[in-house]
């Protein structure tokens, strides 16, 4: 018999007892009278109770359950058995309600490790076989069907795939990815059938990280959930003393075993675990992996945020910034058309371009004989059109540029951008500008670290000096730190965590350093497992920024339920022992109130599963 359904057994032994006694006390049966049951119905419970607090001490653990089983062998003592095998059921209920709360605040996490991807589909010669997930090897080509998981990381083969990654990073809608973009286990296609070829073994992917991190979040304890433990050391003591007084001075023994009664908070301490499991819970909804209980606790305490400029701020990467388009033409049309013409070309920027046209939902066309210039650009014709484009000599010569596009040339004039001009029948029609941009969110995400308690937000880069300007000049930040090497940026990030609990943001090899140097390390790890991933406490896996503000006000949120729960809890506990020492509750009516005090603590710290909209409701 397992401990779950022996805390069950005991708690129907204990309620069976209780209705036994008090039908014998009303009805009589003859030789068992009710104190005879009920001493009989406590005496499981109290006999389990000490195997377990024998059991905790040997290995060093020691717990305010010990309360309980001296208020039940007192109780007995006394002549007091209704009131001990109250305390009996108050105890089991309040294991089997531990078991309820625990098992709630960890069925989400237990959702993703029971959706583990199982099978794969490899394909050969031969044809397409299905193999065990185990059996994957990394350059194994495989087919996944529609509505699959994808079972291990890798590149899309296809040119295009519709992909759910809910599960995985919390985005709601489904996902367009295209040839040759890396995809991570876990995700869903949402699409037709397409095909992948593996780059990592199942036990290396990205689901399977997940599922080694929600393990730790479920076995790991947080320094505070410790120092809730810590309480237990107090309170026994604290309350026999309690108890010696109320006997000493009433010369009643009854009111000394009342207040042994209502001093018996037994899931009262687990309110801190309870709690810190369902914040990571919630967290892991939302696309955030937190490495246990301890980042969570440390995440809430946090008043620095240090950022990591590119691919953490910003997109990291060449993308579209705008389109200046001549006089009369189209901007969709001018992008559909180079798009088009790209498909030929192994260019950096033709990945770039498609990727924005397909967001557009444009059509693309097939483009014909395509000749490309080495470093300048490439030239071909695409429905009945001569396009050239890529760098303004090759498109334009020695021509001027035409007054339309004077202003963006001299707007992008000293800035770190690429160009790329098109031409359709040599007259000029476009001038494309791609560049690492601002992510979208920043300024929103920022607002929220704020509102969440962050004190101080500080850009930590290696970039140039004027690069990081340009894009702190976009932004609301407390400090810029450029030309930055590792080693640099991880004595930076020692400085700020000197002076407050320091956040460090990153997505890059370079910064795995600085994370594990800072109080919690925060990885943007949408575009795959990196350094940066291994080093972190807490992982994003949407590729937005908002969510680490969401991490951060989860995290505080779950760390005050669980503050509230204990304080709470031990509060209402001491105010009962008082008024049981002065005679006011009885050994019966002490634990019925004891009891409701540990469900309603167990209760507020199931909140920290929702948000608190949801909360609010």
């Excluded at 990280?209 to 433990?229: C, E, G, L, N, Y």
Aim: net charge neutral.
């Amino acid at each position: 018999m397992n401990e779950s359904a022996l805390r069950r057994a005991l708690l129907a032994i204990a309620i069976l007892g209780l209705a036994l006694g008090l039908a014998a006390w009303r009805f009589g049966f003859g030789p068992f009278d009710a104190n005879m049951i009920w001493t009989v119905a406590t005496l499981p419970v109290v006999v389990a109770l000490a195997v377990s607090i024998l059991r905790d001490f040997w290995i060093g653990r020691f717990g305010v359950d010990a309360i309980a089983l001296v208020s039940m062998s007192a109780a007995l003592l006394l002549g007091q058995p209704l009131a001990a095998v109250v305390v009996a059921i108050m105890y089991a209920g309040g294991t089997v309600l531990e078991d309820f709360a625990r098992g709630r605040a960890e069925r989400n996490l237990k959702a993703l490790t029971d959706r583990s991807p199982r099978v794969a589909h490899r394909t050969s010669r031969l044809g397409i076989e299905t193999i065990s997930v185990e059996d994957v090897a990394v350059g194994d080509e495989l087919m996944v069907l529609a509505g699959e998981l994808l079972p291990v990381d890798g590149i899309l083969l296809d040119a295009s795939a519709s992909l759910d990654e809910s599960a995985v990073s919390g985005e709601p809608l489904p996902e367009r990815r295209g040839a040759g973009d890396v995809l991570r286990s876990g995700t869903i296609n949402a699409g037709e059938s397409f095909g992948m070829r593996a780059t990592a073994r199942a036990e290396q992917s990205t689901y399977a990280a997940i599922v080694r991190m929600v393990a730790a979040a479920q076995t790991a304890k947080s320094p505070f959930i410790r120092m809730a433990d810590r309480f237990a050391l107090f309170l026994l003591p604290a309350t026999l003393l309690v108890a010696g007084v109320a006997w000493y001075v009433s010369g009643d023994p009854i009111r000394a075993l009342a207040v042994l009664v209502v001093a018996t908070p037994c899931p009262l301490i687990l309110a801190a675990p309870v709690a810190f499991i369902g914040g990571v819970s919630r967290a892991a909804r939302a696309g955030i992996l937190m490495k246990g209980s301890a980042a969570l606790e440390a995440l809430a305490q946090v008043r620095t945020a240090i950022f990591d400029k590119t691919g953490t701020l910003t997109i990291g990467g060449a993308e579209l910034i705008e389109i200046e388009a001549a006089p009369g033409r189209d901007e969709d049309d001018l992008l559909r058309l180079l798009a088009s013409l790209e498909q030929a070309s192994h260019h950096v920027l033709a990945d770039s371009i498609i990727r924005a046209a397909r967001g557009r939902q444009l059509v693309l066309s097939h483009p014909r004989d395509v000749r490309e210039h080495r470093g300048a650009g490439l030239k071909g014709r695409v429905e009945t059109i001569a396009i050239a484009a890529g760098s303004r000599a090759l498109v334009l010569a020695d021509r001027p540029l035409p007054d339309w596009a004077k202003a963006g040339e001299e707007k992008y004039r000293d800035e770190p951008v690429l160009r790329i001009f098109v031409a359709f029948g040599g007259r000029l029609a476009g001038v494309f500008t791609f560049g690492d941009a601002l992510r979208v969110d920043a300024h929103d995400a920022l607002a929220r670290l704020r509102l969440a308690g962050i004190t101080r937000t500080v850009m930590l880069t290696g970039d140039d000096g004027a690069a990081a300007a340009r894009m702190s000049a976009l932004l609301d930040l407390d400090a810029v730190v450029a030309d930055a090497t590792p080693v640099e940026k991880v004595a930076m990030v020692e400085a700020e965590k000197a002076l407050a609990p320091t956040m460090m943001v990153g997505d890059g090899i370079n910064d795995a350093p600085a994370l594990a140097a800072a109080t919690v390390g925060v990885a943007m790890g949408a575009r795959g497992a990196t350094a940066s991933s291994e080093a972190a406490d807490v992982i994003v896996l949407a590729d937005r920024l908002e969510p680490v503000a969401e991490a951060v006000a989860i995290a505080r949120r779950t760390r005050a339920i669980a503050l509230q729960s204990i304080i709470a809890g031990l509060a209402l506990s001491g105010l009962a022992m008082i008024a049981a020492a002065m005679g006011q509750i009885t050994p019966v009516a002490g634990a019925l109130l004891q009891e409701a005090i540990d469900v309603a603590v167990i209760l507020n710290a199931l909140r920290a599963l929702g948000d608190r909209h949801s909360a609010r409701a």
